[in-house]
């Protein structure tokens, strides 16, 4: 009986010996930029990838741009990253489709200090399946992990995820970079100069992986020179991402248009500014999301702004979602 009972223990210590060493945890990454921080890549990278079940995942955050890893249980209605799916769950948690798990939204500081590292979150995959992830913040920026079982061979290894990412990388960089030359084509075409693009951007949607986004974080003619009474025009380019035109002081909740910004008949928002002290919240410049089956139909996003003013003056603006990236600009106003 003693020999069975060591022989148990014996067997038992060697399963889970086996288990621990071939656990594999794999690397990833939730974002990418320019070293300006002018151009994101809001995308994870590799979007897609196949490990065996027991391994873990650790992405890490290395911009200061926020993004959250989300996987939801399937069915589970998005909820906003406020809310979480309901709050966070901790670093390594188990994700098998049976519980929400998130990582809340983790981000590079701003400044960050010579030996400060970028965070990290981890999630351990138990059971075999194939399981979707999203960031919370951006809507375009999804993925796969393909969860098999131990005794299969998986196609690809670290070094090949390794190499995939940076390729990735370089080419959403470059995309959003290319973009620059764009303007308001609209206004153009009417003869109109006093018009400001609100950064720009583009989704790529890789093959059964997941969307991307590669977004230039800038007003494309951040310093304009008007006249006493013109009007100025900010229209969004890009087709993810959420952008402000806030003068003055800074709103807690840049979400919602301030109390002085009137909405239009067309479906843009105005206001008149008369002095480089006023503060005024255009509030989120949104495109609508994208229409899905048996779902009821999204209204109109709102993508323009408008601001007339009637007195001389250095104007400078934000935009109070990505100013610490660096979107800001200026109007000048002559007499």
């Known amino acids: 009986m003693r020999r069975i009972l060591t022989w148990l223990v014996w067997l038992c210590a060697t ?8 656990a594999q945890s794999w690397q990833a990454i939730a974002g990418a930029q320019t ?9 994870f990278l590799p979007t897609e990838v ?8 650790s992405w890490i955050f290395p911009t200061p741009e926020p993004h959250s890893v989300t996987f939801l249980r ?3 209605v998005r909820p906003s990253f406020v809310a979480g799916c309901p709050g966070t769950t901790p670093d390594g948690s188990p994700f098998d489709g049976s519980a929400c798990v998130t990582t809340g939204v983790l981000l590079l500081p701003e400044d960050p200090e010579p030996t400060a590292t970028a965070p990290t979150y ?6 075999a399946g194939n399981f979707k992830f999203v960031c919370l913040i951006h809507a375009d920026m999804t993925g796969v992990v393909h969860v098999v079982d131990a005794s299969e061979t998986l196609p690809q290894y670290q070094d090949f995820y390794d190499r995939e990412a940076q390729g990735e990388q370089v080419l959403l960089l470059a995309d959003a970079s290319r973009l620059e030359g764009r303007r308001t084509p609209r206004n ?3 003869g109109q100069s006093n018009d400001v693009a609100v950064g720009i951007g583009e989704i790529v949607t890789t093959t059964g992986g997941g969307s991307q986004t590669a977004s230039l974080m800038r007003f494309l003619g951040d310093t304009i020179v008007v006249q006493v009474g013109d009007t100025v025009e900010w229209t969004s380019l ?5 952008h402000t035109v806030t003068f003055g002081a800074e709103p807690a909740d840049p979400r919602p248009r301030s109390a002085n910004v009137q909405l239009t008949s067309d479906g843009a928002r105005q206001a008149v500014i008369s002095s480089p002290t006023d503060s005024v919240n255009s509030g ?3 495109p609508a999301p994208q229409d899905r089956a048996m779902l009821a139909q999204s209204s109109p996003g709102v993508t323009r702004f408008r601001v007339t003013f009637p007195s001389p003056g250095t104007f400078n603006y934000i935009c109070a979602v990505h100013d610490q990236l660096g979107m800001k600009g200026k109007v000048i106003v002559h007499p």
């Open 74 to 76: 399937p069915g589970q």
């Open 15 to 22: 399963i889970v010996f086996s288990e621990a060493v071939h």
């Open 238 to 242: 890009d087709p993810s991402i959420n």
């Open 188 to 190: 153009q075409d009417r």
């Open 122 to 127: 981890s999630v351990t995959f138990p059971a």
């Open 35 to 43: 070293r300006d921080k002018a151009v994101q890549a809001l995308a």
């Open 50 to 57: 196949w490990i065996h079940a027991g391994d873990s995942i």
């Open 284 to 286: 989120f410049l949104s």
